[in-house]
């Protein structure tokens, strides 16, 4: 896939280019702490080898991305109201190229599943079943 830039030239766009927003009742440093700890990545991104390029503390991580999939992941925290917003981005590339638009949508959907449980889950444990309309614990 290719896309235009502002130029004209024509630039290569990763087979899957993933974006997901949660919102967690939670300080970003408490949700910083979980992501920042490798021996959780292959909790939640198990086919995946990560390694940091750019640890922006209370504010996220980005990695660049091995494994069942070749390009960049990044979880940036977004302090709101009394909260977290989790955005998460994965742009990447199967080792082999899909075998046509079927076989790419069906990634992408499943990476995007797998994306949402990870912060569902997330957030059940870090909010730890607080009720909608309370404080964070």
């Known amino acids: ?6 130029r004209g030239t024509l630039l290569p766009v990763p ?10 009742v939670v ?3 408490a949700v910083a702490a979980v ?4 021996a959780n990545w292959p909790r939640f991104w198990p086919d995946l080898t990560l ?5 922006r503390g209370d504010e996220g991580l980005r990695w660049t991305v091995a494994g069942a999939l070749v390009g960049t992941q990044e979880v940036w925290l977004e302090p709101m109201l009394d909260g977290t917003l989790l955005h998460y981005f994965l742009r990447a ?3 082999v190229p899909f075998r046509g638009q079927k076989q790419r949508l069906r990634a992408l959907r499943q990476r995007q599943h797998a994306a949402k449980a990870v912060a569902l889950d997330l ?3 870090l909010e730890q079943g ?4 309370l404080p964070p614990r």
């Open 1 to 6: 896939m290719v896309a235009q830039s502002c």
């Open 15 to 24: 087979a899957l280019d993933l974006v997901d927003e949660t919102f967690l």
């Open 27 to 29: 300080p970003p440093a």
């Open 35 to 38: 992501f920042a700890e490798p």
């Open 51 to 55: 390694a940091v390029y750019a640890d």
């Open 93 to 95: 590339d199967p080792p």
């Open 123 to 125: 957030k059940a444990e």
């Open 130 to 133: 607080r009720e909608p309309g």
